[in-house]
């Protein structure tokens, strides 16, 4: 008898339709195959699969049993077949009969005691479900809070093997999960820090501002103490709530490496991630046998946040250029190409010497001007031009780090920053996408509340489609026709820029750099021109374009 149960292959943060078939003969030899380009963790599930059947009451049909992966052209190596294995089996061997499987897409890890675990990519499975047609998912119950925000779907939570069979032949009714999004977001989208805990650091908190509102790369440069993780830290405090798109977006790519924890449905708040110097490329920007989203795409609609950056290796750093500029990483394998988001804001962070204390006027510096020349070369000028702010953070005077004053507030902040965001939109809107609505700028609150509709109903951009990249939004993103019409300068500012890229000897992408920033500080101030001292302020965040 043969059988077919439906579900998935997650390649990358994407779900493909796969289908597991299973015949028994009752006359056969005593043989069990298992084909479809299955990897190790697949082959070895009959086993598990065995044991959990034997657990749960329930025996192995035989002798002869046949399992088909398919397509037979994709390796599959995810335990995420175990659950639709089994089933298939079962059916094949005429232990239980069902009409409703057909309509559900099926995934989950067994345990030896017929438990049901947690798998990657649920939510991709959701979302191939409802491409599909089909009528819902049956999933493990740690992972039905995140598959239940597709709309329009059945999602249903299994914790045992004996659950999902009896789900199937109607003998064990099992309500559909269905998740409250306005509750998530006002339970999960509050941030714990706030820029007022850090004391003192007012001009670097300026620059964050700049930085946030118009979605800059940022440099800091200090001694050790000074502040800057704790500045980076706060910086999603400040930008705007995750929008519709942006949440399913993030959430599918945290989906996909597993990272959700157990009975979270959606991002709330925007990634921060901060990965050790001594992290590998593949681990970064993603890779491996089976490609997988590295640190830069978990930060998607967040913070990349690289402290110590010259003591990364150099061929670490130089991968992370291509997706700074297209926001996208290309993972290329002889069959396939794989892309995966990478919409970030990049923090980076490190010392001006070896020992750290060359700017801190108390400390002596123990580190010759060669040392430092040779520290500094670490990071590549290609690097450093396609960061758009460098700012020097100072150490904390006695009296600013003891006093009563708290300085900018996250609230303050981001009200600043919200307005800027509004000016950028209604400037770009021709051309912006329809899911990057911006909040109130009058709004104090810290929560990103996103409207729950909208969540459900919106199509999220589909990775690896180079059509769906996100359109201009921010001033950092604005391209060289746009800074010809958007930053056009008078004859003060003109002068300016000359002296400023005659002696500093900025690059072009330098040039635009500056323009973009002046920008951002023009609208900050609510200005339609660009005036001198914007530009002005602007060249002085350009501080590697010139010795410290």
């Not at 119950?141 to 032949?169: C, K, Q, R, W």
């Not at 820090?193 to 004391?199: A, I, K, M």
């Not at 690289?306 to 291509?322: A, K, N």
């Not at 951002?520 to 965040?541: F, M, P, R, V, W």
């Amino acid at each position: 008898m043969i059988s077919r149960v439906h579900s998935s292959i997650l390649q990358g943060i994407d779900a493909i339709a796969g289908e597991v078939e299973s015949d028994v003969a009752i006359g056969g030899t005593g043989e069990l195959k298992l084909v479809g380009l299955a990897e190790t963790a697949v082959k070895e599930s009959v086993s598990r699969i065995q044991a959990a059947l034997r657990n749960s009451g329930y025996r192995w049909p035989g002798p002869k049993v046949t399992i088909n992966l398919a397509p037979a052209d994709i390796k599959k190596d995810s335990a995420a077949f175990d659950l639709p294995i089994a089933l298939a089996v079962m059916q094949a061997g005429g232990m239980f009969a069902s009409e409703t499987c057909d309509g559900f897409l099926v995934i989950g890890e067994l345990a030896l005691d017929g438990r049901v675990r947690a798998v990657k990519g649920a939510l991709a499975t959701a979302m191939l479900s409802r491409r599909l047609g089909k009528r819902g998912l049956i999933c493990p119950a740690d992972n039905a809070a995140e598959a239940a925000v597709v709309e329009g779907l059945e999602v249903i939570p299994v914790s045992f093997l004996t659950e999902a069979v009896g789900f199937l032949t109607g003998e064990l009714p099992i309500d559909a999960v269905e998740v409250d999004l306005d509750e998530v977001f006002q339970t999960a989208g509050r941030y714990e820090v706030d820029f007022s805990d850090v004391r003192g650091q007012e001009s670097a908190k300026r620059a964050l501002t700049i930085a946030a509102a118009g979605h800059h790369n940022i440099l800091m440069i200090g001694p050790p103490g000074a502040g800057k993780t704790m500045l980076a830290k706060r910086i999603p405090t400040i930008l705007p709530p995750l929008t519709p798109n942006e949440s399913l977006e993030t959430t599918r790519v945290y989906s996909a490496r597993g990272l959700l924890a157990p009975g979270e449905s959606l991002m709330a708040t925007r990634p921060v991630r901060m990965p050790h110097h001594s992290t590998s490329s593949a681990a970064l920007v993603g890779g491996g046998i089976i490609p997988q989203p590295g640190e830069i795409s978990l930060a998607h609609h967040g913070v990349l946040f690289l402290d110590e950056l010259p003591e990364f290796t150099r061929t670490t750093l130089e991968m992370i250029r291509q997706p700074l500029e297209d926001r996208w990483v290309t993972i290329p394998r002889v069959h396939s190409t794989l892309k995966f988001p990478a919409t970030i804001m990049l923090v980076a962070a490190m010392n001006p010497c070896p020992c750290g204390y060359y700017t801190d006027p108390k400390r002596p510096c123990k580190c010759s001007p060669v040392m430092i020349e040779r520290y500094l070369s670490r990071i590549s000028g290609p690097l450093i031009d396609r960061i758009d702010i460098h700012i020097e953070v100072p150490p904390v005077p006695w009296r600013q780090l003891r006093g009563d004053s708290d300085g900018l507030s996250s609230a303050d902040m981001r009200q600043q920053v919200l307005a800027a965001r509004q000016v950028q939109h209604r400037r770009f809107s021709t051309t912006c996408s329809a899911g990057d609505e911006i909040g109130n700028p009058q709004s104090g609150s810290a929560k990103a509340t996103p409207d729950k509709s909208a969540i459900r109903s919106s199509t999220p951009l589909r990775a690896g489609n180079p059509q769906s990249s996100p359109s201009t939004t921010t001033n950092a993103t604005m391209s060289s026709r746009q800074i010809r019409q958007f930053c056009k300068l008078d004859s003060a500012g003109e002068m300016l820029l000359k002296q400023a890229m005659t002696e500093l000897g900025l690059s072009a992408r330098a040039h635009d750099k500056v323009l973009r920033i002046a920008r951002t500080i023009a609208d900050i101030e609510g200005e339609e021109n660009i005036q001198s001292h914007h530009l002005a302020e602007a060249i002085q965040y350009r501080r590697l374009d010139r010795r410290l």
